[in-house]
């Protein structure tokens, strides 16, 4: 997706999210960096339609979320199912991690994609 194809204010956005990163975003962004993981190129806070992704992988059409808890409550479940299936109908697949589990234990996480 070019620059040109992505609103003005959710580049924006994405570029501060970029700024602000969690804790374990942090750590599995320094794991998926650089064509770390398998060779793969992920980018980090990738607008996609309305949305913006936390890494995403374009050639494998592939989502990673770390989720906190938050994602837990009830209309955040919700929202994050319209989400992912707006997702998945653009031809994404999505991988959900618990922020703690990727604290926790990256390793694991990490081999999970």
Not at 11 to 24: E, F, H, I, L, Y
Not at 30 to 55: K, T
Not at 63 to 78: C, F, L, R, W
Request: glycine letters at 4%; charged letters at 30%; proline letters at 4%.
């Amino acid at each position: 997706m070019g620059h040109d194809l992505v609103p003005s204010r959710q580049r924006k956005n994405a570029k501060s999210m970029r700024r602000v990163m969690t804790d374990a975003e942090l750590k599995l962004w320094n794991e998926l960096r650089a064509h770390r993981l398998m060779g793969l190129s992920f980018r980090r806070q990738m607008p996609i339609g309305p949305y913006i992704v936390d890494f995403a992988c374009s050639t494998r059409s592939l989502i990673v979320e770390v989720d906190g808890s938050q994602h837990a409550d009830p209309e955040n479940v919700e929202r994050d199912e319209v989400r992912s299936a707006y997702l998945r109908a653009s031809g994404w697949t999505i991988l959900r991690f618990w922020n703690d589990d990727v604290i926790r234990d990256i390793d694991m996480s990490a081999s999970t994609l």
